[in-house]
């Protein structure tokens, strides 16, 4: 693949505790493994891909995306940490301050939400895949998000019967971003601790199907390894490269890389 054309994946739900997080970084290491070369940008203020992804912690980082939204383009090259605890992924680090970051935005910014979208027209070629990670809402870090996005992927948490709640809001607000960013593509829903023994979960992917309109094939399990990677700040890779869910991830990307080419 070249990386003339970036993809831009968001990884959005305003549900929080659904995967998004783990899915940004997960995805991130795989495909870096598989010879990608790839950037996160995280834009949710608890900054938990930054922790699990960064070298530093994010109250000690200058220049992170809350300071690249509401500031101009130089500096992009402060906000890029090519350095992690990943092997070829970069990180654009989140904070706290990013909560403040959104009014700053509608009261300051000329369009409040393509200030990111603007930024990262200089980092395509660079890039062959930039995974955002949003927050756990639809305001506007996450219009920003999506509009500055070539595709977006809905985690879904499997097992919960209140998995699906407000996903149609979601896909509302992806016909509204469309107006500004009309190449945006729906990857589809991602299950997430998925069994697919269990009948809540056969439930939950026929409604996220009807609900969301597309379904990823690849389902991710549920496994403790997920928060034994957080806490080591490794990814799954490192640590048990033969496991379940490593091996999901893995399929996942593989996945995304066939659609999006
Ligand atoms: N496949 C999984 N198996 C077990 N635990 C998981 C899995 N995916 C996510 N988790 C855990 O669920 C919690 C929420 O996940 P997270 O990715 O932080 O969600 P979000 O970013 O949407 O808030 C975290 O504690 C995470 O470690
Ligand atoms: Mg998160």
């Known amino acids: 693949m070249?990386?003339?054309?970036?993809?831009?994946?968001?990884?959005?739900?305003?549900?929080?505790?659904?995967?998004?997080?783990?899915?940004?970084?997960?995805?991130?290491?795989?495909?870096?493994?598989?010879?990608?070369?790839?950037?996160?940008?995280?834009?949710?203020?608890?900054?938990?891909?930054?922790?699990?992804?960064?070298?530093?912690?994010?109250?000690?980082?200058?220049?992170?995306?809350?300071?690249?939204?509401?500031?101009?383009?130089?500096?992009?090259?402060?906000?890029?940490?090519?350095?992690?605890?990943?092997?070829?992924?970069?990180?654009?680090?989140?904070?706290?301050?990013?909560?403040?970051?959104?009014?700053?935005?509608?009261?300051?910014?000329?369009?409040?939400?393509?200030?990111?979208?603007n930024k990262l027209e200089l980092l395509k070629g660079l890039y062959d895949f930039i995974l955002i990670d949003c927050p756990p809402s639809l305001k506007l870090l996450?219009?920003?998000?999506?509009?500055?996005?070539?595709?977006?992927?809905?985690?879904?948490?499997?097992?919960?019967?209140?998995?699906?709640?407000?996903?149609?809001d979601l896909i509302n607000h992806l016909s509204k971003i469309r107006r500004v960013n009309p190449e945006l593509k729906l990857l589809g829903?991602?299950?997430?601790?998925?069994?697919?023994?269990?009948?809540v979960c056969k439930l939950i992917r026929d409604e996220a199907l009807s609900q969301v309109g597309e379904l990823l094939k690849t389902t991710i399990p549920m496994s403790t390894k997920v928060n034994q990677a957080a806490i080591l700040q490794q990814p799954l890779l490192g640590v048990d490269k033969n496991s379940k869910v490593r091996k999901a991830f893995q399929d996942l990307a593989k996945e995304i890389i066939n659609r999006v080419e």
């Open 2 to 117: 070249t990386n003339k054309s970036t993809k831009i994946i968001a990884v959005a739900n305003h549900k929080g505790g659904c995967g998004k997080t783990t899915t940004v970084v997960h995805l991130a290491a795989e495909l870096a493994d598989l010879g990608h070369k790839v950037l996160v940008i995280d834009l949710d203020p608890q900054a938990n891909a930054s922790l699990h992804i960064g070298l530093r912690h994010p109250s000690e980082v200058e220049t992170t995306s809350a300071e690249l939204l509401l500031g101009d383009l130089s500096l992009l090259s402060d906000a890029l940490q090519e350095e992690t605890n990943f092997k070829n992924v970069s990180l654009i680090y989140g904070s706290l301050t990013l909560g403040k970051t959104e009014d700053q935005l509608k009261d300051d910014a000329p369009r409040p939400s393509e200030e990111l979208s």
């Open 142 to 168: 996450t219009s920003n998000a999506l509009a500055a996005s070539t595709h977006v992927m809905v985690p879904i948490e499997s097992g919960s019967q209140y998995g699906l709640y407000g996903v149609t």
């Open 189 to 199: 829903a991602l299950l997430i601790k998925h069994d697919e023994r269990q009948n």
